[in-house]
């Protein structure tokens, strides 16, 4: 079977979506690691995670991504743009990694790069925003590495572990990127 490689990079590369990846999704969204990191409470269910994907692949306020590793070509987890708005230019940027055996691997950080530079030279986005816990301090300094800053804090943004955590909403403009170089 042929596999498409939509956006390449050094360690992974990036596929449309393909239901075959329910199960990926489902199990991760289902894992304790993966769930504190993705502050999820309930169970997902296999029928809950296909809606989900069917929504998210059928809009076109949302460009869904699988991330593969290259070295053992099999997927890992994924990112996105939701929430386009293609009169402001703006997206919002989603990453999940579903397969916590897979962490520390350098993924997130090269989806990260390869989603903004396909935004910012692909999409014509301006800015690309995303928010992440306050307490994930490798996320945080993983997306700064990637160029992006933190622009303010959403306070108590949810509740969690029986306390309420405060969330940064952090963003990169197209004009940032660029002078990065």
Excluded at 26 to 41: H, I, S, Y
Excluded at 92 to 104: H, K, Q, R
């Amino acid at each position: 079977m042929y596999t498409i490689k939509f956006i390449e990079g050094e360690k992974i590369y990036l596929r449309p979506y393909a239901e075959s990846d329910l199960d990926l999704v489902q199990c991760g969204k289902n894992d304790p690691l993966v769930r504190e990191t993705l502050f999820l409470a309930f169970p997902q269910t296999l029928e809950q995670v296909r809606a989900e994907m069917n929504s998210w692949s059928t809009t076109r306020e949302t460009v869904l991504f699988t991330i593969c590793s290259r070295e053992k070509d099999k997927p890992v987890g994924q990112t996105a743009f939701v929430r386009i708005d293609l009169v402001s230019r703006a997206a919002v940027f989603y990453l999940a990694l579903y397969d916590s055996g897979e962490w520390s691997r350098g993924y997130g950080g090269e989806a990260t790069r390869m989603m903004i530079d396909y935004g910012f030279n692909i999409l014509n986005l301006n800015r690309i925003q995303l928010h992440v816990s306050c307490e994930n301090e490798h996320a945080v300094s993983a997306y700064k590495k990637a160029g992006y800053s933190i622009e303010g804090t959403l306070r108590q943004a949810m509740y969690h572990h029986d306390r309420y955590v405060d969330f940064y909403v952090m963003g990169i403009l197209r004009e940032e990127y660029y002078r990065r170089g």
